[in-house]
């Protein structure tokens, strides 16, 4: 803090620095989800408080220059407690701590600024029980307002998403704190309650952006959702489409079986009742070609893609064991094959030959990993942009197939690998045996 700012301010207590930033740190373990018993969790928080107030007051020794590296080491406290209690990944923790950083320094200025008005520090038991009652207003309204981007499945941050919270907290740390460091430049305050007013400003901003944050993610994991939903629903339309032709054809083959017997037996000459025979077999061929997997949405889908195939004159060979991607929920999987199926006849429908529409699946294990291979014949044209394959179709509704491939497979620590040759165009994606859903 600079002379100047120091002549007019004093210092939030650092005991009170580090009550908010533990029970910024339980409030999001309590939205996260215990990692362990209530007891544990409890004894773990108590632990916490002793060691923030440790980290704290230790900070307080620091000189000026280490200002930062001592709230660094506060954030790595929070960081380690919030690891530690909630039921999070690593990279999730990270993501609750800047949050839980952000809502720490928003409640301390908070009260900060409240006691330097109305002189609330004079009382030292006023004090405590003002910043208890101010804590329990701010930590208990965040706990309301945030369990909205919480309520669904359990939080999973991405590395981008950390790396976003990360800059919004520093950005807000170093913006709402500038006016304690110099007084010098355009966006310092240059007295005490302008001061802390800005702080408190920037703080609350600070925080309604992670809010913002949290609340874009959940809406796209919702659109990637209702997109998996609606491509299931075409899947299980298909498949009701392909039954109700099946009955038709059936019923239509039955009545002229009849007919066809009556000329069997009516047919004296062995050679043509023979032929008949055949040609009889020819037209049965395909009336046993539902699909079996052993995964029974894995089996809607092939059956209702290899229907639309043979429409189109598309050869498909599938080879897979489709109890290996029972971890996917199903409209992750529909979202998978379908896309990938649907992208493969409609590469190998565009060849003018027919016999070389042809596609290919093979789903199989491969020491600890899940490999699923999708490849297909094309005319060797492949469109890209800044890296990336892009459809060539135009219209509402193209251009999602490869990204909900990809959005659906990162999900489980999938990677999508992708193989064009001059006649093949292969689609590989590499799934951990029994993987976990991330959202």
């Known amino acids: 803090m600079n002379g100047a700012a120091e002549a007019v301010l004093a210092d939030i207590p650092r005991h009170l620095t580090a009550l908010a930033e533990w029970s910024a740190c339980m409030v999001y373990v309590w939205l996260a989800g215990r990692r362990r018993g209530r007891w544990t969790t409890a004894g773990i928080a108590v632990v916490g408080l002793a060691v923030l107030l440790a980290v704290q007051w230790w900070a307080g020794t620091f ?55 109305y002189g609330i520090g004079d009382s030292p038991l006023g004090q405590t029980i003002a910043c208890l009652i101010l804590y329990a207003v701010v ?64 703080d609350l901003a600070g925080f309604i952006a992670l809010y913002v944050q949290q609340r874009m993610r959940n809406e796209a994991r919702a659109r990637r959702d209702a997109e998996a939903m609606a491509q299931l629903l075409r899947s299980q339309h298909d498949q009701y489409e392909i039954t109700r032709r099946s009955i038709d054809d059936v019923n239509s083959k039955y009545h002229d079986m009849k007919h066809h017997l009556d000329a069997l037996r009516a047919e004296g000459d062995a050679s043509a009742r023979g032929r008949m025979l055949d040609e009889l077999e020819d037209s049965l061929r395909g009336y046993g070609a539902v699909v079996h997997t052993g995964n029974h949405v894995l089996d809607a889908i092939l059956t209702a893609k290899r229907g639309f195939a043979k429409e189109h004159d598309v050869d498909v060979s599938y080879v897979a064991d489709g109890t290996l991607l029972d971890f996917l929920r199903p409209l992750d999987l529909t979202a998978i094959v379908g896309n990938a199926m649907d992208n493969a006849i409609e590469a190998a429908r565009a060849l003018t030959d027919p016999d070389r529409r042809m596609v290919r699946l093979a789903l199989f294990a491969q020491d600890d990993f899940v490999m699923l291979r999708v490849e297909n014949t094309y005319d060797g044209v492949v469109e890209r942009e800044n890296g990336r394959i892009v459809t060539l179709k135009t219209g509402e509704g193209h251009g999602y197939g490869l990204r909900n491939i990809e959005t659906a497979a990162l999900a489980y620590d999938g990677t999508v690998t992708i193989v064009d040759g001059d006649e093949w165009f292969s689609l590989r994606l590499l799934f951990p045996r029994g993987a976990v859903r991330h959202d």
């Open 139 to 202: 930590f208990g309204a965040a706990r309301w307002v945030e369990r909205y981007n919480f309520r669904s499945a359990p939080l999973v941050a991405a590395r981008g998403e950390l790396i976003g919270a990360i800059a919004i907290a520093v950005g807000t740390f170093g913006m709402s704190n500038l006016s304690f460091v110099s007084v010098n430049t355009p966006f310092s305050g240059r007295f005490g309650p302008e001061i802390f007013y800005i702080r408190t400003l920037v």
């Open 63 to 117: 000189p000026l220059a280490l200002w930062i590296p001592g709230m660094l080491l506060a954030a790595a406290t929070m960081f380690g407690l919030i690891h530690v209690s909630a039921q999070a990944t690593a990279v999730t923790s990270g993501y609750l701590t800047a949050r839980a950083f952000v809502l720490a320094e928003l409640a301390a200025s908070a009260y900060w600024q409240l006691d330097r008005f």
